[in-house]
């Protein structure tokens, strides 16, 4: 937990940080928020790590649900990673998962 939100931090800086969640304050996603730093709470004071967990998982999916189909195709285009996206069975899966159109994911080259 910490170390995410140190990571987040560093990677984006502190400004963008904040205007990244109240942005998304401002798109009514509320629910992302709370359930992210409520998760947090649970973990770190209130001693209750499963059910923190599972409420920042929660969390974390509606606040950054609209990136996994661009690290989607970020991972495709790596070299292991890559090959193992792209095998039928799991391409399907993972497109399922990102919430992409399968029409639209692949880059046949």
């Known amino acids: 937990n910490v170390m995410f939100l140190a990571g987040l931090l560093l990677t984006m800086g502190l400004s963008r940080s904040v205007r990244f969640f109240r942005r ?3 798109t009514n996603a509320l629910r992302g ?6 998760g947090v709470v649970l973990v770190l004071v209130l001693r209750r790590p499963k059910l923190g967990i599972i409420l920042e998982g929660f969390g974390f999916v509606n606040l950054f649900g609209n990136f996994f189909p661009i690290a989607l195709q970020a991972m495709r285009q790596m070299p292991y990673v890559g090959a193992l996206l792209n095998t039928p069975g799991v391409s399907v899966i993972a497109d399922k998962l990102a919430g992409v159109d399968p029409r639209h994911s692949r880059n046949w080259v």
Do not use: D
Request: with cysteine.
């Open 33 to 38: 928020i709370a359930c992210f730093f409520g």
């Open 24 to 26: 998304k304050l401002e």
